[in-house]
T-cell receptor, first 110, second 118 residues
């Protein structure tokens, strides 16, 4: 059973469009992280959300943690080709290392 | 620029070779990790070192042998690998291992070592 479900798995959009990707679970978490991984590189931490209902902005990226701390969304405004990559959500479950979702692979076409 | 440095960036080896992957961080982090990532898949945890001691081995075959000589260095020794072991090997570090694996379990990854086994 996958702890984190990410959707969609793949997304291909035109430059300038908006998009939202989701990370869902039936479990409650104390915090949740979003990473972006570009081809041939390691994942890079974008944000950590901690409080239920929390919204964090990083330039054109808006992250939200669900009120019940079971899910999160990432919204990108006016996507650019540089946003292309694999977006991974991740959580600590109990006293275990980070668990990753399967990711959303985003392609932004110029 | 990543503060976790991995070498080599690319490695091609035969099934009878012995090679090593190296990882270095100077952020004072006390937990270090090896992950394996196959194409189009998320990273999969292999090993965790906490305060230079192996704390987690995710049932990794013995042909992979980790080593942590000091708090800044992490090695992965490779011997008698199989072609299916070809993957991107990622090293990561976090401030400490403990409840939540650091302040909030955040990991800092290197750029990875792309391994091809012939």
């Amino acid at each position: 059973t996958q702890l984190l479900e990410q959707s969609p798995q793949f997304l291909s959009i035109q430059e300038g469009e908006n998009l939202t990707v989701y990370c869902n679970s039936s479990s409650v978490f104390s915090s949740l992280q979003w990473y972006r991984q570009e081809p041939g590189e390691g994942p890079v931490l974008l944000v950590t959300v901690v409080t239920g209902g929390e919204v964090k902005k990083l330039k054109r990226l808006t992250f939200q943690f669900g009120d019940a701390r079971k899910d999160s969304s990432l919204h990108i405004t006016a996507a650019q080709p540089g946003d292309t990559g694999l977006y991974l959500c991740a959580v600590n479950s109990g006293n275990t290392p980070l668990v990753f979702g399967k990711g959303t692979r985003l392609s932004v076409i110029a | 620029d990543t503060e976790v440095t991995q070498t080599p960036k690319h490695l091609v080896m035969g099934m009878t070779n012995k090679k090593s992957l190296k990882c270095e961080q100077h952020m004072g982090h006390r937990a270090m990790y090896w992950y394996k990532q196959k194409a189009k898949k998320p990273p999969e945890l292999m090993f965790v070192y906490s305060y230079e001691k192996l704390s987690i081995n995710e049932s990794v075959p013995s042909r992979f042998s980790p080593e942590c000589p000091n708090s800044s260095l992490l090695n992965l020794h490779l011997h008698a690998l199989q072609p299916e072991d070809s993957a991107l090997y990622l090293c990561a570090s976090s401030p400490k291992q403990g409840q939540g694996y650091g302040v909030s379990g955040e990991l800092f990854f290197g750029e990875g070592s792309r391994l091809t086994v012939l």
